[in-house]
């Protein structure tokens, strides 16, 4: 949509081909379906959340940054708001919002939209000759990665850029959730922690760390801090990778130590598993006191120094051993893809193809959360639309 908006504003006939029966599937579901279209910080901050090819990005971040989408979505009457971590969604929450003020775009522009009609085959002599009928003398390819097959991204990209010669990179499944191996993750299910710090573990040394949200599923975890996490791994997936989760982050050792001897004071004639209904949700409690190793009966004016502070390091630091990566299923995006080495970086054309493009997550390019990926596709698609004349 954003590749047919700028190569329309240059004055080209555009045609815009969508495999679905409507137009920003995946769009839909992005942010929850509230679609966090934009992260507000600076090109600098786009740039080190991206986990390939940064480089390659600058010339696109600073021909369309996050302050123009913001711009041109509120153009079309969609007002945005700001969250924690400057993610931008639209004020309504609503994915379809934003939709509708891209199709807006299009329609205003004169953009021919054709809907389902999947592209099966592109041929190219003096011009682009697509499905057998369609021919053209540009072509942008933006049909994503593998990612939610269900929203029509089935990989076709990577089939035509092997057409044409291109190389593409491995892809995998990236900002997917893990399976863990402790089976307490089903009884935790469905449980919310916000304001946590996670850190991803290889032979004790941190890979990633941050402070946010994640979630226990039936699986293992999911959730930001998750997905952020995956991005690390999801290429050299192997035994040995653990999360550690600090429950308490605003406090150090010796003040959660404390924080729990008030507590304990407060219970004093309590059970242990009576004891903790301020400190910790309702639904870890017992999971913390089995690991913990304390008698669940034992009454807190009993429990001993050396326990307590085994329950802050605990609480500290709560370890999850990974088993694996979901699928593609479940990610939110692909990493991997038509190698940016045989790319223009100024405007997304083919160094093989002339009149060739790719745009997006059809590219080896992957961001962390937070609104950078969808950036990545409105800057190279506008890079690209906007690079025909």
């Not at 815009?16 to 579901?29: A, D, P, R, T």
């Not at 969609?78 to 309504?92: C, D, H, I, L, Y």
């Not at 990577?158 to 057409?163: I, M």
């Not at 219970?267 to 209904?277: A, D, E, P, R, V």
């Amino acid at each position: 949509m954003m590749a047919a908006i700028a190569a329309k504003r240059n004055g080209n006939d555009v045609t815009l081909l969508e495999k679905n029966e409507k137009l920003g599937k995946k769009l839909f579901i992005t942010g929850k379906g509230r679609c966090n279209l934009t992260n507000s910080s600076d090109i600098n901050s786009h740039i080190n959340n991206l986990m390939s090819n940064p480089k390659f990005m600058y010339s696109a971040f600073n021909a369309f940054d996050s302050n123009d989408i913001i711009s041109l979505i509120e153009e079309s009457g969609v007002k945005t708001k700001v969250e924690r971590g400057n993610r931008v969604f639209p004020k309504s929450d609503k994915s379809s919002d934003v939709i509708k003020a891209l199709k807006k775009q299009l329609d205003s522009l004169g953009v021919n939209i054709v809907l389902k009609d999947e592209v099966k085959t592109i041929t190219k002599e003096d011009e682009f000759v697509i499905n057998d009928d369609l021919t053209c003398d540009a072509l942008i390819i933006a049909t994503g990665g593998l990612s939610y097959k269900s929203t029509g991204s089935t990989g076709d990209g990577y089939k035509f850029a092997k057409q044409f010669s291109h190389k593409t990179t491995k892809t995998y499944p990236s900002l997917v959730p893990f399976n863990i191996k402790e089976d307490y993750c089903k009884e935790l299910q469905g449980l919310s922690l916000k304001n946590v710090n996670l850190k991803l573990l290889k032979d004790d040394k941190i890979l990633y760390e941050d402070l946010g949200e994640m979630i226990f599923t039936h699986f293992g975890v999911s959730g930001p801090l998750v997905l952020s996490a995956s991005s690390f791994v999801v290429d050299k997936m192997d035994d040995g990778y653990k999360i550690s989760i600090d429950l308490k982050p605003a406090l150090d050792e010796a003040t959660l130590d404390k924080r729990i001897l008030r507590d304990f004071d407060k219970y004093k004639n309590k059970n242990f598993n009576n004891s903790l209904n301020d400190l910790l949700p309702k639904k870890l409690i017992p999971i913390i006191i089995k690991l913990s190793e304390i008698d669940e009966y034992k009454k807190v004016n009993e429990i001993t120094k050396e326990e307590r502070q085994r329950l802050v390091r605990l609480i500290k630091n709560l370890e999850l051993s990974i088993d694996d990566l979901r699928g593609y299923d479940e990610a939110i995006i692909t990493k991997g893809g038509v190698d940016v080495k045989e790319i223009n970086p100024k405007t997304m054309e083919s160094k093989l193809v002339p009149g060739l493009y790719f745009v997006g997550e059809v590219l080896d390019l992957d961001s962390l959360t937070g609104g950078y990926n969808l950036q990545l596709a409105w800057s190279t698609g506008y890079v690209a639309g906007n690079s025909i004349y």
